[in-house]
């Protein structure tokens, strides 16, 4: 065999082989990208911390740069972002904005995705979700003033609490062991207008906004 068909032929060979290496490496392209999909995240828990605000946790998953936040009212069929995090956070409390509001009462759906931004993938996710709801704050700051010993009154006063739209009185004396309710107001006032003679008359205050009701101090004040 001459130098001229020893160079075709080994060159042919060299053509051969770099035809074969390249597709073996384009074969693996889709296995290594898949093989770096994240995991899919694992939900840990949801609460309302305040009126406007809810919490979710989550545990870590592998092959996540990101963890994205999303959020929808209950049944609703469209998820919506709210937040991206980097991968060193477990947590993240949503609160109320224009943009992503929080209604007092409304019940709210959260999930999590992980995400890479090398390979550009999410993982998959819990669809179902983690649902809360938030609810009015807990009336502070109440005082009762007796008012009159001939005609007796007692009037309740309290600071207002953020997500209500009004007010549910209760009252109770010894022979008492539940609160009973006495009325409801738009103010940040009541006036009992018949409180009992000669006992300790016992008042608390709980708040309400859109079907749900707030907590309240179980002691209440008295006079």
């Not at 956070?89 to 992980?114: D, R």
């Not at 999410?122 to 179902?128: A, D, I, Q, V």
């Not at 062991?177 to 205050?205: C, F, H, I, M």
């Amino acid at each position: 065999m001459d130098t001229v068909n020893i160079k075709k032929y080994f060159y042919q060979i060299l053509s051969i082989f770099a035809a074969l290496l390249l597709s073996f490496s384009i074969a693996q392209i889709p296995v290594q990208a898949a093989a770096k999909k994240p995991g899919t995240v694992k939900l840990s828990s949801i609460k309302a911390t305040d009126y406007n605000k809810i919490n979710i946790k989550w545990k870590k998953t592998s092959g996540a740069t990101n963890y994205i936040v999303y959020y929808k009212k209950a049944g609703a069929s469209k998820w919506t972002k709210v937040k991206t995090l980097d991968n060193k956070k477990t947590s993240y409390t949503h609160t109320s904005s224009k943009k992503y509001p929080i209604m007092v009462g409304q019940k709210y759906q959260y999930t999590v995705k992980a995400y890479n931004k090398k390979t550009k993938k999410s993982g998959s996710y819990n669809k179902k979700g983690l649902i809360a709801n938030t609810i009015p704050q807990t009336v502070t700051g109440m005082a009762a003033t007796f008012n009159d010993e001939v005609d007796p009154t007692v009037t309740i006063s309290w600071k207002p609490a953020k997500g209500a739209t009004s007010y549910v009185v209760y009252f109770r004396t010894k022979d008492n062991t539940q609160w009973l309710r006495l009325g409801t107001t738009k103010s940040l006032s009541y006036t009992d207008e018949g409180p009992y003679r000669g006992y300790n008359n016992a008042y608390t205050v709980r708040s309400y906004g859109n079907g749900v009701y707030g907590k309240y101090d179980t002691k209440g004040v008295s006079v």
